[in-house]
């Protein structure tokens, strides 16, 4: 609060708290009405891809070769040069091959600061709608046993030592278990 106070005394201006609040709110809200995508139910529009809702406004890069494609949500499709494509068609359009579009596909929504990848904000909203499924549960209490006792460890058995001797016609030490595989002396 007092940065704020010194700051506005050293452009010149009021020097009043509550004013200088006030503008600060306003600022605020300002830059949150720019950041957030429409709340209207009927006035929403985008790009549903599978799980995924792009809404109106985000936009797609692809890289491909070291060059960087740009595409935008605009209405209920993904343009790219005037043209209508597909998620699909977007990463595999430079690319002359098929390619994975949660992999290579790079999203910016309306409200995000960064790109983050496709298969990334999938996994996040699987990840939230399976929180929204599954009803949070009462934390259980631990029982503690009347006495704690280690549990008592099983003797190991020592390998038997491996026959480290070469075989015929090889000078190097035996990195196998069996000097033969069972596959090689079947069918003698």
Known sequence: MLALIEQAGLNGESQDPSAIVLKAVEFWLAAQQKRAPAAAGDDVHGYQWKSLFLPEGTQ???????????AS??????????????PNQLASLHADSVRNAWNDLYIRRPGDKFYKSASRLRREQAAADQAARTPPEA???PAIPARAEPAPCPPTQAAPPRDANPGQGWTLPERRKYRFRLEDVAFE
């Open 139 to 141: 934390p259980a209490v």
């Open 73 to 86: 949500v605009e209405g209920d499709d993904i343009v790219y040069q005037g043209r209508k494509l597909s």
């Open 60 to 70: 797609i890069r692809c890289n491909t070769y070291g060059e960087q494609y740009y």
